[in-house]
């Protein structure tokens, strides 16, 4: 009898822009493992109907990306800690018995991206100043918080979003005005955007970055164009810089390893294939 063949994939609206089919395809490839791995475009009226029908169809999991992060995590069945304190999933799990685990490994994917950048980076050192206060900024504060970063300084364009996460987050966040946000990069030891400004189609980040001193850590979770305008200033001020790839493709190493049984490397060759 044929051996069943795992699916996972990842389902979005819109989806053709993912770069996870390119990953986990490689990683099946460099394996030499049974499976595959698809995009699916999934409107928000049907993601539940979907993503219940998905086990019966051989699927063995999937990531979610916009606009079901929020969505996942009340559709399952178990949900794990980090998943619960950041309000969102990006990694499903199908149980033998079809029910559905949910995990958020975006925290994990941006600590072992400046681990592996940026081996001498301690959180410890100083301050983060984070930019934006949406879903990404979520995983990362709870990721940084977790690491030993004793102080976050955050600003958003719009200021009650980033209120909300202080409220949230408690007194370890100290929100500044998104106006004032040049000035918070002075005292930080690590610099991180998490908004979309500067991606490829969007406006560039407008923060004044003079501020920023030798030796900060900066990191951009963009990675379309790979080096940014906030890498490419940091690394005129002589600032360690780490690019958004590595969180991209970090992110995806739990799920895999649930999902195929062999925990994946990200390595030089793994970019490369992403990128394409």
């Given at each position: 009898m044929m051996k069943h063949i795992p699916l996972a994939g990842v389902?979005?609206?819109?989806?053709?822009?993912?770069?996870?089919?390119?990953?986990?395809?490689h990683w099946l490839r460099k394996y030499g493992l049974l499976g595959d791995y698809v995009p699916l475009h999934v409107t928000e009226d049907d993601f539940e109907t979907v993503l219940h029908t998905l086990p019966k169809m051989g699927f063995v999991g999937v990531n979610v990306t916009l606009p079901h992060?929020?969505?996942?995590?009340?559709?399952?069945?178990?949900?794990?800690?980090?998943?619960?304190?950041?309000?969102?999933?990006?990694?499903?799990?199908?149980?033998?018995?079809?029910s559905i685990y949910a995990d958020n490994t975006?925290?994990?994917?941006?600590?072992?991206?400046?681990?592996?950048?940026?081996?001498?980076?301690?959180?410890?050192?100083?301050?983060?100043?984070?930019l934006?206060?949406?879903?990404?900024?979520?995983?990362?504060?709870?990721?940084?918080?977790?690491?030993?970063?004793?102080?976050?300084?955050?600003?958003?364009?719009?200021?009650?979003?980033?209120?909300?996460?202080?409220?949230?987050?408690?007194?370890?966040i100290r929100v500044v005005d998104w106006v004032q946000a040049g000035?918070?990069?002075?005292?930080?030891?690590?610099?991180?955007?998490?908004?979309?400004?500067g991606m490829v189609g969007n406006a560039e980040l407008r923060v004044p970055l003079?501020?920023?001193?030798?030796?900060?850590?900066?990191?951009?979770?963009?990675?379309?164009?790979?080096?940014?305008?906030?890498?490419?200033?940091?690394?005129?001020?002589?600032?360690?810089?780490?690019?958004?790839l590595g969180m991209l493709l970090h992110q995806g190493v739990p799920g895999f390893e649930r999902w195929f049984g062999v925990r994946p490397e990200v390595d030089d060759d793994t970019r490369r294939v992403v990128l394409g």
């Open positions: 389902m979005g609206n819109p989806i053709a822009q993912s770069k996870s089919p390119r990953l986990h395809k992060k929020v969505a996942a995590m009340q559709v399952a069945d178990q949900v794990s800690d980090r998943a619960t304190l950041i309000g969102a999933a990006n990694t499903l799990t199908f149980k033998p018995d079809g975006d925290g994990y994917g941006f600590i072992a991206n400046l681990k592996q950048n940026a081996p001498d980076w301690n959180p410890k050192a100083g301050p983060a100043a984070v934006g206060a949406g879903g990404a900024a979520r995983a990362i504060i709870v990721a940084l918080v977790d690491a030993g970063v004793s102080e976050i300084y955050l600003a958003n364009r719009t200021r009650p979003k980033a209120d909300a996460l202080r409220a949230e987050f408690g007194a370890r000035n918070m990069l002075e005292d930080a030891a690590t610099v991180i955007n998490t908004t979309s400004l003079d501020g920023l001193r030798a030796g900060t850590l900066v990191t951009d979770i963009v990675y379309s164009p790979l080096r940014t305008k906030l890498l490419e200033f940091a690394d005129a001020a002589g600032c360690i810089t780490v690019d958004g």
